[in-house]
């Protein structure tokens, strides 16, 4: 009886591996985690199996308006004097390989609709730092503007998954709670942030 062949690995097969494992190292090391997963999670985005949509009328509840947030200047706002405007809410981190991915279809979206003075944009940063979320915009060449809470969003906002997209239309109504990432930058989403 033959002994079995023993196969040892090829210098070629190690250098592989080799390489891989110092890309993966190079990855965790400089924590790009999320930047290069979020790219792979654009890709899945691109192919428009995960668009979002509205809620059925039954879902639809009252919005609340009672929250407090801050710009990038320090400014801080209620959110009580945006009632009778369509509000896009995000809540999203830069260490979120999801809220990395659909970020620039959101910036797309919203160049498209910056214009319109009843749709308002909430990007906001779940970063401990807001100085973490500037920066981050900033280098990305985003074109929204971020804001962070100073006061606990309403319950039923509030979840444990980030993103977290909420639309609120100028009726006052939440039409849109998606959690997850998701496509918004299409022609039908941005027909429902227009209507009246």
């Known amino acids: 009886m033959k002994k079995p062949l023993k196969v040892l690995p090829k210098k070629r097969d190690l250098v592989e591996l080799g390489v891989v494992l110092l890309i993966f190292s190079v990855i965790y090391f400089t924590g790009s985690q999320a930047e290069v997963f979020g790219k792979v999670q654009q890709a899945v985005l691109a192919t428009g199996i995960i668009n979002a949509g509205e809620l059925d009328d039954i879902a639809k509840k009252d919005a609340e308006y009672d929250f407090m947030l801050v710009d990038e200047n320090g400014t801080e706002f209620n959110a009580e004097s945006l009632r009778g405007k369509t509000i896009f809410i995000n809540i999203w981190a830069t260490w979120c390989a999801p809220c990395v991915a659909e970020m620039p279809g959101i910036n797309s979206l919203y160049n498209d609709l910056k214009n319109e003075e009843d749709i308002v944009f909430l990007m906001i940063s779940h970063d ?16 929204f503007p971020i804001y962070q809470l100073t006061t606990p969003l309403p319950d039923m906002y509030e979840t444990n998954v980030i993103p977290t997209t909420v ?22 989403f941005k027909r429902l942030l227009m209507r009246k």
Not at 128 to 143: I, L, M, P, S, Y
Not at 169 to 184: C, D, F, L, P, Q
């Open 167 to 188: 639309v609120i239309s100028s009726k006052e109504k939440v039409i849109v709670k998606h959690t997850g990432m998701a496509n918004y930058n299409t022609n039908r």
């Open 128 to 143: 401990k730092e807001f100085q973490t979320a500037k920066n981050w915009v900033a280098r990305k060449g985003f074109d």
